[in-house]
T-cell receptor, first 111, second 113 residues
Framework: ETGVTQTPRHLVMGMTNKKSLKCEQHLGHNAMYWYKQSAKKPLELMFVYNFKEQTENNSVPSRFSPECPNSSHLFLHLHTLQPEDSALYLC??????????FGPGTRLTVT | ELKVEQNPLFLSMQEGKNYTIYCNYSTTSDRLYWYRQDPGKSLESLFVLLSNGAVKQEGRLMASLDTKARLSTLHITAAVHDLSATYFCAVDIVKTSGSRLTFGEGTQLTVNP
């Protein structure tokens, strides 16, 4: 599946670092999403963007900062993370309310 | 708050056997999805169920939806090793700005020879 790509695929960062995750969708969709998948927990919706506008912030700490410059690109800026933020971060896109297509994910480790 | 519960969370079965995974959810939903995830990989969409009584089948997997009972099932027929993966159900609450998926915890399926 190459419709939704994510980079990097793996990231190790210290608690004082600043890094960004990138997601790009090639499907012409108008909605994009960030999810967090932690060990032993269900996938959690973090942010929703529709036509570049953030429509949902699911009580995510401010150390996670999303950015959506256009309908095809979505970023997640990370700063002063905690070890419990280590997880698989998945990006998805959809056309309106239709099926979401997921990217391969970024495996983040915070040391 | 919408809650989605799957059971079992872990399932070990022999090849050739049949089994069912259950997904219960707590509030009215617009649609229900089943996804598959292989270790270290992303989610692959298997089925979308839109209405009460909907049944979808693909190979050895069959999914059904009972909206009155708020229950979906994923039935595995004559399991093969290739079906080993984690299976998630996800309930969708549709808004004009996009969908809102709430996932179950996942069922980790291992099919043994």
């Amino acid at each position: 599946e190459t419709g939704v790509t994510q980079t990097p695929r793996h990231l190790v960062m210290g608690m004082t670092n600043k890094k960004s995750l990138k997601c790009e969708q090639h499907l012409g969709h108008n909605a994009m999403y960030w999810y967090k998948q932690s060990a032993k927990k269900p996938l959690e919706l973090m942010f929703v963007y529709n036509f570049k506008e953030q429509t949902e912030n699911n009580s995510v700490p401010s150390r996670f900062s999303p950015e959506c410059p256009n309908s095809s690109h979505l970023f997640l800026h990370l700063h002063t993370l905690q070890p419990e933020d280590s997880a698989l971060y998945l990006c998805a896109s959809s056309q309106d309310y239709r099926r979401q297509y997921f990217g391969p994910g970024t495996r983040l480790t915070v040391t | 708050e919408l809650k989605v519960e799957q059971n079992p969370l872990f399932l070990s079965m022999q090849e050739g056997k049949n089994y069912t995974i259950y997904c219960n959810y707590s509030t009215t939903s617009d649609r229900l999805y089943w996804y598959r995830q292989d270790p270290g990989k992303s989610l692959e969409s298997l089925f979308v169920l839109l209405s009460n009584g909907a049944v979808k089948q693909e190979g050895r997997l069959m999914a059904s939806l009972d909206t009155k009972a708020r229950l979906s099932t994923l039935h595995i027929t004559a399991a093969v090793h290739d079906l080993s993966a984690t299976y998630f159900c996800a309930v969708d609450i549709v808004k004009t700005s996009g969908s809102r998926l709430t996932f179950g915890e996942g069922t980790q399926l291992t099919v043994n020879p």
